[in-house]
Structure formats: C-alpha cells, structure tokens
C-alpha cells in the first residue's frame, strides 16, 4: 500500500490527486497512477511527472479536472491523451489503450481497452506497475507483470518477445534504466535485444526518434555508462561507421560527466550546459564537417547541437595550442570568448589530463566569462565626444583594461573610457 508515500507528496501534488479521485467517482471511470512515477514511488525518486490512465472517458476526465482548477488544459488528438498544467508539475492523462503496430518500427495504432491491456503494451515490467487512485483501494500496487520483483532485483525486463522489433527505441531505453538505476537485463531480455539488432530493428525507425533516445540518454546523471553500453551492445555504426569508441574515447564521456558536474558545483548561477550538444560533440568528433552536416541532418540535430559539433571540430586543437602554457588574461579572453560555453567544456574534458589547460579555462570560466562593458556609446556622448566611428577601438581597449585591471564599477569603466577617447582623438 503506499497510501503513506502518496501522503508524502508535495501538498498540492497530493490535492490534486485526491480531487481526481472524487472526480473520477462522479464521472463514472476508474483511474490510475501509471509508468515512472509508480516505479519512481517504490524506489524513494522524487518524481512529480503525473501519468493518469482513465478506464473510460479520459478527454472527459481531463476536461472536468482541468475546468476544477481553471488550469490550462491541452488536448493530443493524436493519442486521445491531455494534459493539465498545475504550478510547477503537470499531470498527462490518456484513456486506457492498446496499441499495435502495423509493421516493425512504425508508430502504434491504438485503439480503447482496459488498464491491464494499457500496462502490456508498455516498455519493460518496472515501468508496468499502477496504484490505483480509485475510492475503494486508494494507493494500492496493481502489479499484473511482476515489476514490483524485478525492480527490487534490479532486473530490465520486457513483457513479450517482440517488444523490441515493435520499437526498436525500446533498445535505448532498456541501456538508460539499466545503467541509471545500476540494474542488469534479464538474460532472455538481453537476447531478444541482441536478436532484434541482428535483425537489423534500428534500420526500421526513424532516425529523429534515435536522435531523441541518444538525447535522454545525455540528459543522465551519468551519461558515460549508457554511451559504453551502447558501445559494447550496439556500436555507432547506425550513426556514422567512422564512430568507434576505443577506451580512450570512452575516457573522455566519462571526463565530460565529470566536467558537467564541476560545472554545475562551481558555477550554479551561470548558464545551463546544453548536455546534448556537449555529448554529440564527443561522438562526432572523428568526422569531418560535412559529415557532421550528413549526420546531423538524417538524425535531425537541434542547431545548437550542430554548431557546437562542428566548432568543437574546428577549434579543439586551437584551443590546446593556446592554453597549454602561460597567458594572459586579455587573449584567453580573445580567443575563447567566440566559442560557445559547450566548447570550453568540452575542452576541458578533452584535455582533462592537462592541468595547464584545465587552469586556463577554468580560469577563463571564473573570471572572464561573459565579461562586457557597463558602459555604451551614449557615454561617450554624455561625456562630450562627438559622433565617430571609429570608437569601437576604444571600446575594445576598454574592455582589455577591464580585464587586465579587473574593473568591477562602472565609475571604473567611465573614467578609463574618457581617458582612451582622448588619447584616440589626439593620435587621430
Ligand atoms: P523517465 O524517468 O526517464 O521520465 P519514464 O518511465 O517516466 O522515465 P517516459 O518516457 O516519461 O518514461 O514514459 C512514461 C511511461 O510510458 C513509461 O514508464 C512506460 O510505461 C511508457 N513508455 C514510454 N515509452 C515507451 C515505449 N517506447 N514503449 C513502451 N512503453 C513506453
């Protein structure tokens, strides 16, 4: 029973949830607390990501709950699910379906059902578990698949033996429980994995939707154990046959994990690391720029995702040659404040073993990153200079004697900038 973890939610968690319950009563469904959240409960996650299966009307459902806390409310029709949006968590609601898939690799047909039919057609067995938020066993475990086992056994297990030819992006999926949770697969399970890739399963999918699996995958805490999983399971062929991850290369996914978690740790009000980017970084690193171009193209990689790619190509080894040995502030600046954060980063996993190079850069992330003038054009105006073009020097003299001077105040900038106009007026 976990009437009492449910207790524990957040408060307004916990309302919404036993407004549902009285809802779903008037309305006439049964519902249930379904997929992570559920798994989530069991293991003492925090997880706020409601999923709600309605036996009935879930449109209908959602509808009443979302027009009860006049929330915003949004409709898929694809799917017949919605979703309702509280303050800070929201809560998916799908009426209870079954799926089937019209050949290998394709997305599913669905059709209505009850909320074991709802729960097969799911993934692995820790992800097919329900608590009931009906009135006459509120929070109790509706467990037709034994997840509840293997979850304490730490086991990945699919709930029939297609699964993995039905969705091939289940492969990805089984490698990201695995290795974040530190579970194993069941033998049987890893065999129809290493059967449906024999049987080529990931040419059938679409490869936007690989893309997405590779991009949950960086968004793990460790995102280094998936990508030497894969390595050892799969390959990245699929992506590129010139993507091959000797231990070297291996080395350096652990290195970018660890340089993601200093990042966070030593600089938590700085801007939020794009990890998917960093990690497509690393693998793509081999390939030339228009074989990043191919690549990120058929996969459907975000922008950013390609341009840091393709900047890390090009400037890495820039990069080493100027931070390897002793420099001043006012070129480091120069020369890494062109390159976007995911670069610097992935420089300093790159060179992880060289203390000189992670000094400088670490360096250039504590005190000069994102370094700009307090002071405009206007000042300049303000202080009795006329209009001239070729003031942009001026600024960028500035901006190195703020550097080297290490300006905090804008009086600071002001005064430095009335001196560097006048001596440019009387060079000219
Ligand atoms: P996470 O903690 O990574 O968000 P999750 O289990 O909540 O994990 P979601 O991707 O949000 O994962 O999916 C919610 C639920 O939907 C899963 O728990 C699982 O039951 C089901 N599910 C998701 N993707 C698939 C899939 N490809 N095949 C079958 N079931 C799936």
Request: net charge positive.
């Amino acid at each position: 029973m976990f009437v009492k973890k449910i207790e524990k939610l957040p408060s307004n968690v916990k309302r919404v949830l036993k407004r549902s319950s009285v809802l779903s009563r008037k309305l006439d469904v049964a519902i249930y607390l379904v997929g992570g959240i559920v798994r989530d409960f069991i293991l003492g996650r925090d997880n706020f990501d409601l999923d709600i299966v309605v036996e009935g009307d879930g449109l209908k459902f959602a509808h009443a709950l979302g027009e009860h806390y006049k929330a915003d409310f949004r409709k898929h029709h694809s799917f017949g699910t919605a979703t309702v949006y509280f303050k800070g968590f929201k809560v998916d609601i799908a009426t209870a379906r079954r799926e089937s898939y019209p050949h290998p690799g394709a997305l599913p047909v669905i059709t209505r059902s009850t909320l074991k039919e709802d729960l097969i057609r799911r993934d692995f067995s820790i992800n097919a578990m329900a608590l009931s938020l009906n009135r006459d066993d509120y929070g109790g475990l509706i467990d037709y698949y034994k997840g509840y086992t293997d979850l304490r056994d730490g086991i990945i297990r699919v709930l029939h033996d297609r699964s993995f030819t039905d969705d091939p992006t289940r492969i990805f999926r089984a490698i990201r429980f695995e290795q974040r949770f530190g579970f194993r697969m069941r033998r049987g399970t890893l065999k129809l994995l290493k059967s449906a890739l024999a049987k080529g399963a990931l040419k059938t999918v679409n490869e936007q939707r690989l893309r997405d699996e590779l991009a949950l995958m960086f968004e793990e805490e460790h995102p280094s154990r998936c990508v030497k999983r894969v390595q050892a399971l799969i390959g990245w062929r699929f992506l590129n046959a010139q993507v091959r991850l000797s231990s070297k290369e291996l080395a350096l996914f652990r290195h970018l994990d660890e340089t993601v978690r200093v990042y966070q740790k030593s600089f938590p009000h700085y801007p939020k690391v794009d990890r998917r980017a960093l990690y497509f970084a690393g693998l793509l690193l081999p390939l030339d720029v228009k074989e990043v171009l191919t690549v990120s193209a058929r996969f459907g990689l975000r922008k950013n995702e390609r341009t840091v790619a393709l900047a890390v190509g090009k400037a890495y080894r820039k990069i080493y040659r100027v931070c390897r040995g002793r420099i001043d502030p006012v070129r480091l600046y120069t020369v890494l404040s062109g390159y976007p954060l995911e670069v610097i980063l992935f420089c300093y996993a790159y060179y992880y073993r060289n203390r000189t190079v992670k000094k400088n850069l670490l360096f250039y992330l504590d005190k000069l990153f994102g370094v700009s003038l307090k002071v405009r054009g206007r000042d300049l105006k303000k202080l009795g200079f006329g209009p001239e073009r070729s003031y942009s020097k001026v600024f960028t003299k500035l901006l190195h004697k703020k550097i080297e001077k290490d300006f905090r105040s804008r009086r600071e900038e002001l005064k430095e900038l009335k001196k560097l106009a006048k001596d440019h007026l009387r060079k000219k």
